[in-house]
């Protein structure tokens, strides 16, 4: 064993992690080399450091109350029916003051079917001229609308309160989304769904909509349970943005080693093939990603008989002009052409954001 | 908020700072730490019923649901391609300098994931190298060569952190 060797295992034998022959090795390695001796000290040293300064900064830690907020709402949807049917937990008299709402807003409640989704469906939405996204003061004589103007934004997208109303009964709130993928979040109620809470304590939703989508922003209303006289409530929206594209890509297997010149995913956030190589039956392509997004990618290999391979994927590593990923993909023999198909999900995971909203009037 | 939902909330509350960071420490940034531990605390929430040793059980079971979690989250991470900017993502590495083992946290956060997760399960977990390669799906000598590439350049940061502080002294 050389001292670089043993420099590898000091840690886990200053530990006690190293058994059998290894153990014995750098023992006798140590007894005679002064200079794995000293580095034996510092490493011993290195790690007490370590240990002490991890555990004392994690000891430390405070949740951030959005994050509280946000562990609160996940365990509470566990405990209740999902989102859509929340429409139906409401009162009587919330419901029928929602609907008559929106009637007044949007001229007509959209293609929703009673007890289905709350959300209107995007195909509805397009169609017909979208209401501003800006409300303005809702024409409702039951509650005190107070203007709102305040945004929270993270990782590109942007929530903000455009209005608040203050009823006996309810608080209905209107905020838009931007910076997501409207259709896709559109279909998906947790992605919109706003948690109002006060004092930590989140209110009953009594129910919710989507109202209009137009260039990427989703305008929604959600109707809560009264905030209560001179209380602040703070609207909390952890959202997942992901997007989707999918696109083929051909590549000339034939020329072997050369790389091919840079082609496939759109540039926006998507992919480039910058390398290909065939070594001992396996074609080696080796991909650049260096759009705005965060992804997760499936690809496929077929040749031009329709034939599909699997392709493995390896890590992604940081280069100097994006992310490069190597793809594999066992073939044998020869393959020409080849198309690559690549399936791109890009996901931004989860995004939380919070407004504070003015206090209720008292 | 019903009553079983209340009782979990009040063991929790005194681990959920310590679980927050550890999230954090493993996964290097505030936001993957905020999924993960969402994620962990449902798990813990839905299986609260099967803990054994009620609250004193508690802080190391929900523990290692959350270690478990990150843990996932970072094998998952070896099909991402993180095409944004990275700086453009890249939350507050440290706390305030003040804070005791901060300036150690701060070294380790600017480690690499694959270096810094092994530090992290490493010495604040205090895991065997065999469960760290378990629990992220690498061999064992992957893990111990990440190790040492991981305390060579931590070493080398803590010393110039000290010499630097000398000379300003």
Redesign the interface.
């Known amino acids: 064993m050389n001292c670089e060797e043993a420099?590898?295992?000091l840690?886990?034998y200053l530990r006690g992690?190293l058994r059998g022959a290894e153990r014995s090795w750098l023992s006798a390695h140590l007894a005679t080399c002064a200079a794995c001796q000293q580095e034996a000290l510092?490493?011993q040293d290195?790690?007490k450091?370590?240990?002490?300064?991890?555990?004392?900064?994690?000891?430390?830690?405070?949740?951030?109350p959005n994050?509280?907020h946000?562990?609160?709402a996940?365990?509470?949807r566990?405990?209740r029916p999902a989102w859509p049917r929340w429409t139906a937990m409401g009162s009587a008299v919330a419901a029928a003051l929602v609907l008559a709402v929106f009637l007044v807003q949007v001229g007509s409640p959209g293609p929703s079917t009673p007890g289905a989704s709350w959300l209107v469906s995007i195909s509805g939405l397009v169609q017909r001229p979208a209401p501003s996204l800006t409300w303005g003061t809702p024409t409702t004589a039951t509650g005190k609308v107070v203007p709102v103007n305040s945004s929270s934004t993270?990782?590109g997208v942007s929530l903000t309160v455009t209005s608040v109303e203050f009823g006996a009964d309810f608080t209905a709130v209107d905020y838009t989304i931007s910076g997501i993928d409207a259709r896709l979040a559109i279909r998906q109620p947790d992605w919109v769904a706003g948690t109002l809470t006060v004092g930590g304590?989140a209110l009953p939703l009594h129910a919710g909509k989507a109202l209009a989508v137009r260039d990427g922003v989703v305008a929604v209303r959600a109707v809560y349970a009264p905030v209560g006289s001179g209380r602040a409530a703070v609207l909390a929206l952890?959202t997942v943005v992901t997007q989707r594209q999918e696109a083929p890509v051909s590549l000339p297997l034939a020329n072997g080693g050369t790389p091919v010149s840079p082609t496939g995913l759109d540039s926006a956030?998507g992919?480039q093939v910058t390398a290909l190589r065939l070594e001992n039956d396996q074609t080696h392509i080796t991909?650049l990603?260096?759009?705005?997004?965060?992804?997760?990618?499936d690809w496929t290999l077929q040749d031009a008989k329709g034939q599909t391979y699997a392709v493995r994927?390896?890590?992604?590593e940081?280069g100097p002009k994006?992310?490069t990923?190597e793809l594999t993909a066992s073939i044998a023999g020869a393959v020409q052409p080849v198309q690559l198909t690549g399936q791109k999900a890009i996901s931004?995971?989860?995004?939380?954001l919070a407004v504070d909203l003015p206090r209720a009037p008292q | 908020?019903?009553e079983?939902?209340e009782y979990?909330?009040s063991l929790?509350k005194p681990e959920?700072?310590?679980?927050?960071?550890?999230a954090?420490?493993i996964l290097g940034n505030?936001?993957?730490a905020?999924?993960a531990?969402?994620e962990a605390?449902?798990r813990a929430?839905?299986n609260f019923g099967q803990l054994k040793g009620g609250a004193l059980a508690f802080p190391y079971w929900v523990r290692r649901i959350v270690v478990n979690q990150c843990s996932q989250v970072l094998r998952r991470?070896?099909?991402?391609?993180?095409?944004?900017?990275?700086e453009?993502?890249k939350e507050e590495a440290a706390?305030a300098p003040e804070?005791?083992?901060?300036?150690?946290?701060e070294a380790?956060a600017k480690l690499d994931d694959r270096h810094r997760a092994v530090?992290?399960l490493?010495?604040?977990e205090?895991k065997?190298?065999e469960d760290i390669a378990r629990a992220l799906d690498i061999p064992l000598g992957t893990v111990?060569?990440r190790?040492?590439t991981a305390?060579k350049q931590?070493?080398a940061h803590?010393t110039d952190n000290h010499a630097e502080r000398r000379g300003a002294g």
Do not use: C
């Open positions: 420099g590898l295992h840690e886990p992690d510092i490493m290195l790690s450091q370590l240990g002490t300064a991890l555990k004392t900064w994690i000891d430390q830690g405070e949740m951030p994050v509280q946000r562990l609160r996940a365990v509470r566990e405990s993270g990782r304590v952890p956030g992919a991909l990603n260096s759009g705005a997004l965060v992804g997760y990618t994927a390896g890590a992604a940081p994006g992310y990923q931004l995971r989860q995004v939380n | 908020m019903s079983s939902e979990f909330f929790l959920q700072g310590k679980l927050y960071r550890t954090w420490a505030e936001a993957d905020s999924d531990l969402q605390v449902i929430y839905r991470r070896k099909r991402v391609i993180p095409v944004e900017h990275p453009d993502l706390s804070e005791p083992g901060a300036d150690i946290w380790v530090v992290v490493r010495f604040a205090d065997s190298l111990k060569s190790l040492h305390l931590l070493r803590i």
